[in-house]
């Protein structure tokens, strides 16, 4: 059974940091591209940053210089460390797991989410 729960969401002001961990089971971790993604109300899901699986990372423009993407493939862990964070920041977050083994054959999997809220 394949599981990926966040954690590390919650309240922070303005300025201040968060980091985000997702802790992958049931997948050969390392083969997969693990990602970032964030939903506000009303919005559309959307990218926050992702990392290959030899570890090439993207970032949205809206937080390049201010989030980092990393994974540890012992643990079995993805981590989105988010600094200067903006009230914009605040969304529910999702974590993704990634793999294509085959042509015709895509294994993606999503956590739950976990929210995270910039405020004064």
């Known amino acids: 059974q394949v599981q990926l729960v966040e954690s590390g969401g919650g309240l922070v002001q303005p300025g201040g940091s968060l980091t985000l961990s997702c802790a992958a089971s049931g997948i050969a971790f390392s083969m997969y591209n693990m990602g970032w993604y964030r939903q506000a109300p009303g919005k559309q899901r959307e990218l926050v940053a992702t990392?290959?699986?030899?570890?090439?990372?993207n970032f949205d423009d809206s937080v390049k210089g201010r989030f980092t993407i990393s994974r540890d493939n012992a643990k079995k862990t993805v981590y989105l460390q988010m600094n200067s964070l903006k009230p914009e920041d605040t969304a529910v977050y999702y974590c993704n797991a990634d793999y294509t083994p085959y042509i015709g054959r895509r294994n993606d999997y999503w956590g739950q989410g976990t929210q995270v809220t910039v405020s004064s």
């Open positions: 990392i290959t699986s030899n570890s090439r990372t």
